[in-house]
């Protein structure tokens, strides 16, 4: 089955702590996959691609595929920073492809 | 502005009432996708048009459907209306049907069912 998981639904840290937003994904095929960000529920900006291997606003995300994983990371978090994110795996049926997006995360990020 | 504009921004509507939300697709994007948002089921896919064709359906209800029109915008009509159906809609498009490039997503249309 495709799945993209999001074990956390909030994460919570201080200014300045590094953040690890987690997520593993299933799919049968070579995976694509993306980060996006959601500031109070507006529209989704695509952060990160695995494919580019770019580093946006400080954040990384490298894919594991041993592992499943796509985690995003931050060393040190701003306030700014707090947001929903969501991971998402590109998925190819019947010569077509869609997103599956995760449940996402919420980043709190105290003072 | 990402370049996917959806109208309106903001509705509310009765229980038992139909609406129409359209999207207009960044300049040069065939794909079109929509997507449901509500607090309990996250971000939902609910269906893809390429090009005019439907390409993927989701976990869209059979009070749904949606078209997409010769100069690539799109409109997804929901009707008989339910309070279940309250969330934001977002529409997002991308130049070919694969999305492996990711996503531009419009604004969101968000509606409120009375």
């Known amino acids: 089955a495709q799945r993209v998981t999001q074990p956390e639904k909030l994460l919570s840290v201080f200014k300045g702590a590094p953040v690890e937003l987690k997520c593993n994904y299933s799919?049968?095929?070579?995976?694509?996959l993306f980060w996006y960000v959601q500031y109070s529920r507006q529209r989704l900006q695509l952060l990160l691609r695995?494919?580019s291997r770019e580093s946006i606003k400080g954040f990384t995300a490298d894919l594991n595929k041993g592992e499943t994983s796509f985690h995003l990371k931050k060393p040190f978090a701003q306030e700014e920073d707090s947001a929903m994110y969501y991971c998402?795996?590109?998925?190819?049926?019947?010569?077509?492809?869609?997103?599956?997006f995760g449940q996402g995360t919420t980043l709190q990020v105290k003072p | 502005d990402s370049g996917v504009t959806q109208t309106p921004k903001h509705l509310i509507t009765a229980t038992g009432q139909r609406v129409t939300l359209r999207c207009s697709p960044r300049s040069g994007d065939l794909s079109v996708y929509w997507y449901q948002q509500s607090l309990d089921q996250g971000l939902q896919f609910l269906i893809q048009y390429y090009n005019g064709e439907e390409r993927a359906k989701g976990n869209i209800l059979e009070r749904f459907s949606a078209q997409q029109f010769p100069d690539l915008h799109s409109e997804l009509n929901l009707s008989s209306l339910e309070l279940g159906d309250s969330a934001l809609y977002f529409c997002a498009s991308s130049t070919r049907t694969g999305g492996s490039q990711g996503y531009t997503f419009g604004s969101g249309t968000r509606l409120t069912v009375v």
């Open positions: 695995h494919i």
């Open positions: 799919y049968s095929g070579s995976p694509e």
């Open positions: 998402a795996l590109s998925v190819w049926t019947s010569n077509t492809g869609k997103l599956i």
